[in-house]
C-alpha cells in the first residue's frame, strides 16, 4: 500500500522553553567596550577603547569591525538612522558616518576634552558631553548635524559631565558628577534639578517628566537608583540594585539597569518592571563591568563590557517559565497539525504559531491561547492549511501577559500535495471479519465507496458523501457476510476503481 501519511515527530523532554536569560556573543575584540546603540533588533553599533567600533547586521549573531582612524579610547555611539550616526571620544573626537559606518569622517569639536557621551533627536540637532579628570567638563550643541559644534554654558557645583539625554528638541538632561541639569530650550539655558550626591553616574529620560538616575552618596556603600515622575520635582528611591554604570527604559514600567559584580552585589543586570521601584537582579553570566546597555523593545536588548564582553537577551533578560514536554507536526494532504504538551505554566498568555516555507522568513499563521498559570499538564492543537509543495518549517513563539516572548525548538517536514486519485488495498486481507479501505483523492467532491459480491452485484454502501481532497479511510465489516470473494468499488467525479478482497471466517 502506497504511504500518503507523512509524520514528522520531535519531542522535547520536560524541559523550559528557555534555559537562559542572557546570551554571550561574540564580539571579536578582547577590548573594553563602552557603548551600545541598536536602530532596531538586527543593526546596531558597539564602541570601546583603542579606536575600536563593531556592527552587526543580523542582532548580533556576527559582529564586524569598522575603521574609526583613531587610536583614542571612544566612548559614546548614537545613530539617528540606520545611516547616520555620531561616535565620541577621548581628545575631543567626534566623528560622523552617513552611510551606516563604511566611512566615519572626523567633525571639529573646537575641544580637547575628553567626550563621553552624545544624543541627537533627528538628523542635525545632537549634544555631546565630556570632562578631564573631573575638575572641567563641556556640552557641546549642533543644529546642522555636527558641521558646527557651539559651547553651551552651564552652572553646577562641579563641571564633570558624564551622559546626555534628549527627550525632543528642547527638553534634555546632562548627568554629572555632582548633579543633574536640565534644559527646556534645546540648551541655551541648562540649570541644576535637586539631584545631589558625591557621584552621579548616569540616568534615563522617556519624556520631560519620567526619569531615572544613578548615583551614591556620603556613607552609602553600594550606590541606588532614584526615579520620577514629575521632571525631578520629587525623586524616589529604587529598591534592589547597586549603582548602575547605564540605565535604559523601553517604557514607564520597563528598564534595566547594568554596572559592576562587586561589593558584595550579586550581578550585574538588574531589570525592573514597575517604573524603578523594584530591581530584580538577573542572571549572571559575566563578572567583569558592564558599561552600557540598550533595548529595542521589551524583549530584544544588548549590554556590552569589560573584555570584549556582548550580552543578548531576546526575552528581557528574563525567563518565560513554560515547560514544553512536546511538540508534534503531522502532515496529511492539505492539513498540517501542530500537537504541544506543556508540564507548568506560569504567566501565560497564549503562543504564535509561526510558519518559515523554504528559506522565507517565518511569519504568523495563527495563535492559540494559554493556561495563564497552572501546574497542571495541557494539550494544545493547531491546524494548518497548506497549497504549495515544499519543506516547511514550524515553531511556537510564547508570550506571557507582560508582552515577553521565547521561541520553541523547530519542526521540519516535507510536504506535498496529493496529485492523483487512488484506490488502496484493503488492510488486512483476507479479513476477518474487519478491514481498512483507503483511499486518496484530489479535490473536494462526493465520493461513494461500494461492496459487491462475486456476481458484481452491489451489496453494501459503505460511503457517499462529499469529502475534502487528500486521504481518506473507512472500516469495513463483513461480519453478516459468508465467506467468499468480494470486491470493492469507488465513484470520485470521473475516477472508478474497484479492487478484490477476501473475507474467511
Not at 548580533?60 to 582612524?69: F, I, L, N, P
Not at 497542571?376 to 507582560?402: E, H, M, W
Not at 488486512?428 to 452485484?457: A, Q, Y
Amino acid at each position: 500500500m502506497k504511504k500518503v501519511l507523512q509524520i514528522l515527530l520531535f519531542f522535547l523532554f520536560v524541559t523550559q522553553i528557555c534555559f537562559a536569560q542572557w546570551y554571550e556573543q561574540t564580539s571579536g575584540t578582547k577590548v573594553s567596550l563602552t557603548s551600545v546603540h541598536f536602530e532596531n533588533a538586527n543593526n546596531g553599533w558597539t564602541v570601546g577603547e583603542n579606536g575600536t567600533i563593531i556592527h552587526t547586521t543580523n542582532g548580533g549573531q556576527e559582529w564586524r569591525t569598522q575603521t574609526s582612524g583613531t587610536s583614542k579610547h571612544l566612548n559614546g555611539v548614537w545613530f539617528s538612522d540606520l545611516n547616520t550616526g555620531w561616535i565620541v571620544g577621548d581628545s575631543g573626537k567626534i566623528f560622523k558616518t552617513s552611510n551606516g559606518g563604511q566611512e566615519w569622517i572626523e567633525q571639529t569639536s573646537g575641544t580637547r576634552i575628553d567626550l563621553n557621551s552624545v544624543c541627537f533627536v533627528d538628523l542635525k540637532r545632537g549634544w555631546v558631553v565630556g570632562s578631564v579628570d573631573y575638575d572641567s567638563g563641556i556640552i557641546l550643541g549642533t543644529t546642522n548635524g555636527g558641521i558646527n559644534w557651539i559651547s553651551q554654558s552651564y552652572d553646577t557645583l562641579q563641571p564633570s559631565l558624564n551622559s546626555v539625554c534628549f527627550v525632543d528638541s528642547i527638553t534634555g538632561w546632562v548627568f554629572g558628577l555632582h548633579a543633574l541639569l536640565r534644559t527646556t530650550d534645546g540648551g541655551h539655558n541648562w540649570f541644576g534639578v535637586g539631584v545631589y550626591g558625591d557621584g552621579l553616574f548616569t540616568g534615563h529620560f522617556l519624556d520631560q517628566y519620567t526619569g531615572w538616575v544613578s548615583i551614591y552618596g556620603a556613607g552609602v556603600v553600594h550606590g541606588f537608583i532614584l526615579y520620577t515622575t514629575n521632571g525631578g520635582i520629587d525623586w524616589s528611591f529604587g529598591e534592589g540594585p547597586p549603582t548602575a554604570s547605564s540605565i535604559y527604559f523601553v517604557d514607564a514600567n520597563n528598564g534595566w539597569a547594568v554596572g559592576h559584580q562587586s561589593m558584595g552585589n550579586e550581578s550585574n543586570t538588574y531589570n525592573s518592571i514597575d517604573g524603578g521601584r523594584n530591581w530584580i537582579a538577573q542572571t549572571q553570566i559575566t563578572l567583569g563591568t558592564l558599561n552600557s546597555v540598550y533595548f529595542t523593545d521589551i524583549n530584544n536588548g544588548w549590554a556590552v563590557g569589560e573584555g570584549g564582553a556582548i550580552l543578548h537577551t531576546t526575552n528581557g533578560g528574563n525567563p518565560v517559565p513554560v515547560e514544553l514536554t512536546s511538540f508534534t507536526a503531522t502532515a496529511n494532504g492539505k492539513e498540517v497539525t501542530l500537537n504541544w504538551s506543556t508540564a507548568t505554566e506560569l504567566n501565560n498568555q497564549g503562543f504564535e504559531v509561526q510558519r518559515k516555507f523554504c528559506s522565507n522568513e517565518f511569519v504568523t499563521v495563527g495563535s492559540v491561547k494559554g493556561h495563564g498559570t497552572t501546574t497542571s499538564p495541557n494539550n494544545y492543537t493547531y491546524v494548518d492549511k497548506l497549497t504549495d509543495a515544499g519543506k516547511y518549517f514550524y515553531r511556537l513563539k510564547q508570550i506571557d501577559f507582560g508582552g515577553r516572548y521565547e521561541y520553541s525548538q523547530t519542526v521540519e517536514i516535507n510536504w506535498s500535495p496529493f496529485t492523483s486519485y487512488e484506490l488502496n488495498q484493503n488492510f488486512p486481507n483476507p479479513l476477518n471479519p474487519s478491514t481498512t479501505i483507503g483511499f486518496v483523492i484530489m479535490e473536494k467532491g462526493n465520493v461513494r465507496l461500494s461492496v459487491l459480491n462475486i456476481l458484481g452485484e452491489e451489496i453494501k454502501v459503505l460511503l457517499n458523501e462529499e469529502k475534502e481532497a487528500g486521504y481518506h479511510s473507512i472500516d469495513f465489516n463483513g461480519i453478516d457476510l459468508p465467506s467468499s470473494v468480494y470486491f470493492y468499488r469507488i465513484q470520485a467525479g470521473n475516477f472508478i476503481d474497484t479492487k478484490k478482497m477476501i473475507l474467511l471466517k
